[in-house]
């Protein structure tokens, strides 16, 4: 009986570690996304009632968002994210990483460093972005 918990665990944990895997391998699939201003892409990776909240303060849904992004209003030059890790549970999943960031907002011209966080759910065994929030920061921890 010992040995069948001890594999059900040792199985349990291999899983979790593929999942964890598997939203970080998204939140590289979002940034791939949003530098080639793939909105296909973002379309079907985006949660219907995603909370899109920007380091300036704005917050898009969506369809804002993606309208922004095929506009030209929302470009991204540069995105270089490091120490992303990814917490799963059951049917939802947070990243957490840091970027520095480029681009053209409705501000303007950005050079920005930012913490971010990304809000996965699992849909219909599909999973979506459902929310993004980041943060200016000073610096980009090593």
Request: proline share 1%; net charge positive.
């Amino acid at each position: 009986m010992k040995l069948f918990v001890i594999c059900v665990m040792l199985t349990a944990g291999l899983a979790q570690a593929e999942t964890k895997a598997d939203i970080v391998g998204l939140d590289q699939s979002w940034r791939k996304a949003i530098l080639a201003k793939d909105t296909a892409a973002l379309e079907k990776m985006l949660a219907d009632d995603l909370v899109y909240g920007h380091a300036t303060g704005i917050v898009d849904t969506k369809t804002s968002y993606i309208a922004k992004v095929k506009s030209g209003k929302q470009l991204y030059q540069s995105l270089e994210q490091t120490k992303v890790r990814a917490n799963v549970y059951e049917s939802s999943a947070v990243t957490h990483s840091y970027m520095h960031v480029t681009g053209v907002n409705q501000d303007g011209k950005f050079d920005d460093k930012v913490m971010l966080m990304h809000f996965w759910v699992k849909q219909n065994g599909t999973w979506r972005l459902a929310g993004h929030q980041t943060t200016k920061v000073a610096t980009i921890p090593n």
